[in-house]
């Protein structure tokens, strides 16, 4: 009787819940649609100005990479690291060298392409996920660091515990997955491994493979725009219609027996959804002890916000993974990039910025 009851209410959440929400989401847009077009406006420029000169050309490489027998050989190079340290292949290292280099969502991206051309196993393409899927220095150094911070050390450390706590929890989920699947297409030989990883290029099809690659590039740098965008509209929408306010009015109780100034909870609901936002917002509050402002951003770079998420779980809807290890690498490595974050600034006074 009760499991009835339950399956009868997922039915009715899958046939209702949705299109009630992306309706109340369309008259939003319409009602609220004078707060919602500067929001618009600023999201593309943020898109154009910053997103993609600083992902695009990356997308294009990595993608001309492929086509290359780079993997083959980045797994001849690294095998001795990866394995004893996260439990993947060797071929895995290229996945989590241009997820830091290139930024979200390129690890994830690199994780399925891995999955659906069966250089890896099920399971070592989710623990992939759970710690490849970056944020990348031109993004943390140059973009939060020196253009939100106006401080380059500021971001060069962000990108230190970034990539610390990205490291951490790679090694916690070398335990990830069934021990049965961790030596598949490990025994295949050297010949039939590289021959399955192997697209080559040659001057005769140059133009195809850097046609394709574009294209490729074009369609992911266009949709993580689109995310940018509609995330612009919620985020507005939200503090419009006051949810942001009253969340702020409950949680400030817990701010204040923290002895945390209440005047990061709107920034910190907004980085929830979209991590740039959130992270601009933190580094206008102007207070004394700066420190928590980077902590707090530390924490937002590692979890990456619902906007990512998203994009994330379009690609890996392609494929037979699942989205879990994802968001729980993502939900620690938010957590571990703050600790790592705290303890420098505790220890190193050079990354101690308090006035």
């Not at 050989?73 to 060797?90: C, E, H, Q």
């Amino acid at each position: 009787m009760y499991l009835s009851r339950v399956v009868n209410i997922r039915k009715y959440i899958h046939k209702f819940f949705f299109p009630v929400i992306f309706s109340i989401f369309t008259f939003c847009l319409l009602v609220f649609s004078k707060a919602n077009l500067p929001a618009i406006k600023n999201s593309l420029v943020l898109w154009v100005n910053s997103v993609v000169p600083s992902l695009f050309p990356f997308f294009v490489a990595t993608e001309l990479l492929m086509h290359t027998n780079i993997i083959y050989y980045s797994g001849i190079l690294f095998k001795n690291i990866m394995k004893p340290l996260f439990n993947v292949k060797g071929e895995c290292s290229f996945a989590f060298i241009m997820g830091i280099l290139s930024g979200y969502p390129i690890g994830a991206k690199l994780a399925c392409e891995f999955r659906n051309k069966n250089i890896c196993s099920k399971v070592e393409c989710e623990r992939l996920l759970s710690f490849t899927n970056n944020s990348g220095p031109l993004f943390i150094i140059g973009s939060v660091g020196i253009s939100m911070f106006g401080n380059v050390t500021i971001g060069i450390l962000l990108f230190i515990t970034h990539l610390l706590a990205s490291i951490t929890v790679g090694h916690l989920f070398r335990f990830w997955g069934n021990a049965s699947n961790k030596y598949y297409i490990e025994h295949k030989n050297n010949s039939q491994l590289e021959h399955s990883i192997k697209m080559p290029v040659n001057l005769s099809n140059l133009g195809e493979v850097l046609a394709e690659s574009i294209s490729s590039a074009t369609s992911t740098i266009f949709m993580i725009g689109g995310f940018i965008v509609i995330f612009a509209c919620i985020i507005s929408i939200l503090k419009t219609c006051g949810i942001f306010s009253t969340l702020t009015i409950v949680i400030s109780p817990i701010f204040d027996f923290l002895h945390i100034n209440t005047a990061f909870i709107t920034p910190l609901l907004t980085g929830f959804f979209e991590i740039t936002s959130g992270i601009s917002a933190i580094s206008n509050i102007a207070i004394k002890e700066i420190s928590i402002n980077v902590i707090f951003s530390a924490f937002l770079l590692g979890t990456g916000g619902i906007s990512i998420l998203l994009q994330v779980w379009s690609i890996v809807s392609k494929t037979d993974l699942s989205i879990k290890p994802y968001i729980i690498g993502k939900l620690l490595q938010g957590l571990f990039a703050a600790i790592y974050t705290y303890s420098f600034i505790s220890i190193f006074p050079v990354f101690n910025f308090n006035l």
